[in-house]
């Protein structure tokens, strides 16, 4: 912790903050006056605490790491589970339409999928779109299309869920529950997934910091999920020309929170030559996997069909790995 101070506070001011800090900090004693305008601190506190800290006389400001914002999701240990996806065994593809759009196109995709390389599959039955006009998706009447995928292939389902009320129900029969990037600060939602018993998929929003994904991460963590998978999603909304994949924070993730990270280059790519390409990038930079769109009926599909690939160039994709 890290205490910004007043320019000019004087030897008094300092004094009489350091016994109020050590009333705060049970357990804590200074070593010595601090004499600039910063005074780290080494001890735990609460956000509650933190609040009242910032409220001292003489204090601007409070920092924090990110391991004393997020302790349970900076561990650093790494973190290889083999269920619901095996990350033990090489890079993970997780493959689908954007939505489960009807049941004769979505299990032939599923079924085109597994036998081109796919180990999961996405299937999306509620989709948050800008436009409230727009395909939302098939709500529950697509439940028993995914599970009859799922009986199919033998593959588990990667479901996102927009709204708490969905988890239980989802969860009966998914195996990942996605939380998109809109609702990746969708608290109330992440607290839900987290206490489901499933796997979840955290994607990160659009131009969300390292911390803000962190954060998220420590909801789902806190309210007990055990198999967390993170997925860099790309900050690019309309641009063709600028996915905005960050494959720099893709890996300070790895490497601080010791956790699985895919990526989805879909989304980031907005057109389907482009999302092949990144996805190779992606997986060249250190992805653990992808979250990509394909299936047979592409050029027919009522959401993001123009970057969602065909399943013979998922088969070319996944072959290379």
């Not at 050590?22 to 005074?39: D, E, F, N, T």
């Not at 650093?76 to 993970?92: M, T």
């Not at 800008?130 to 799922?150: D, E, H, M, N, V």
Request: net charge positive; glycine share 10%.
């Amino acid at each position: 912790m890290i205490i910004k101070l007043q320019k000019n506070l004087g030897a008094p001011g300092r004094g009489i903050l350091l016994q109020r800090l050590a009333r705060l900090l049970p357990g804590w004693r200074p070593r010595r006056v601090p004499s600039g305008q910063i005074l780290k601190i080494e001890f735990p506190a609460g956000a509650d605490t933190v609040a009242l800290i910032e409220n001292l006389p003489g204090v601007t400001g409070v920092l924090l790491s990110n391991s004393e914002l997020c302790p349970l999701a900076t561990s650093g240990r790494k973190k290889i589970f083999s269920a619901p996806l095996n990350f033990g065994r090489g890079p993970v593809f997780a493959a689908g339409p954007c939505a489960v759009e009807d049941e004769g196109s979505y299990l032939a995709s599923a079924a085109a999928l597994k036998a081109a390389g796919a180990h999961a599959l996405r299937a999306a039955l509620f989709k948050p779109r800008s436009s409230p006009y727009a395909f939302q998706g098939i709500g529950w009447a697509g439940l028993k299309i995914i599970a009859r995928a799922k009986k199919i292939t033998g593959l588990p389902l990667v479901t996102e869920t927009t709204d708490p009320r969905q988890v239980n129900r989802l969860s009966s029969v998914c195996d990942v529950l996605q939380i998109g990037a809109r609702n990746m600060r969708n608290y109330e939602l992440l607290k839900e997934a987290g206490s489901s018993g499933r796997a979840v998929l955290l994607k990160r929003a659009m131009h969300a910091t390292l911390r803000e994904w962190l954060l998220s991460a420590e909801y789902l963590l806190k309210y007990g999920a055990k198999n967390l998978i993170l997925c860099e999603r790309g900050d690019s909304a309309f641009s063709t020309t600028s996915p905005g994949l960050d494959f720099k924070m893709m890996r300070e993730a790895k490497k601080v929170t010791g956790l699985p990270v895919l990526v989805d280059p879909s989304h980031a790519a907005k057109n389907r030559k482009i999302a092949v390409k990144l996805a190779l990038r992606a997986l060249r930079s250190g992805a653990d996997g992808l979250l990509i769109e394909a299936s047979v009926t592409p050029y027919t599909a009522k959401v993001d069909g123009r970057q969602t690939i065909t399943a013979e160039a998922f088969g070319d994709l996944a072959a290379k790995y």
